[in-house]
C-alpha cells in the first residue's frame, strides 16, 4: 500500500493572491465557478509526490463537496487519490461519540503525514499520535520542505515494519 499524504484546503492549497504566490487563475468560464486560487507549485507537488508512490489526499473540515474539490484539481490536471470534507469526517469520524475528536483525525484514514496551517491541528496531531507538518505563510522553499518530511516518513515507517518481521 502506498504512504498517504493529505492537504488541508484554506490557507494551505487554497490562498489569498495578495499574500501568497499562487497558479495562474483558471480561463473564463471555469474562473466564474472555481474562485479560489492555489497556492504556487501545488499541482506539481502532488504530481511529484504521485510519482514518487505517494496517494495524495485533501483532508479538509470545509463542507465543498467531494465532486467540487476533484474537478477544480482536474483543472490544473492533478487527480487526487482521496478526499475528506467535513461532511464525510463528521459521519465516519465523529459519528455519534459522545467525546469531541479533533477536527482532522488522519490516522483513521491511514494517513501518514497531513499538512495544515493551524496550530490546534500540530497540538491534536501530538495529542492523538498523528504526524502533522504545519504551513501556512508564503514560503518559496514548500514544495522541498514537504518532500524532505515525507521521506523521512516513509524511511521511518519501512524501518519500522522491517522491526515487526
Known sequence: MNMRVSFDLDEVLFVNPNTHKTEPDLTFPFNKFFKERLRFGAPDLIRKLQEQGFDVW???S???SERYIRTLFRMYHVKLNG???GTRHLKEV?????EI???KM???YRISLHIDDESVIVTAGKAYGFNVYQLNAQ????????LERVHKIRKKER???LEDE
Not at 514560503?139 to 514537504?146: L, P, V
Open 62 to 64: 470545509s463542507f465543498r
Open 159 to 161: 524501518q519500522d515494519l
Open 58 to 60: 485533501i483532508y479538509t
Open 101 to 103: 475528536l479533533p477536527q
Open 83 to 85: 478526499v475528506v470534507n
Open 106 to 108: 488522519p490516522t483513521k
Open 94 to 98: 465523529q459519528g455519534k461519540r459522545k
Open 139 to 146: 514560503d518559496d522553499s514548500w514544495e522541498e520542505k514537504i
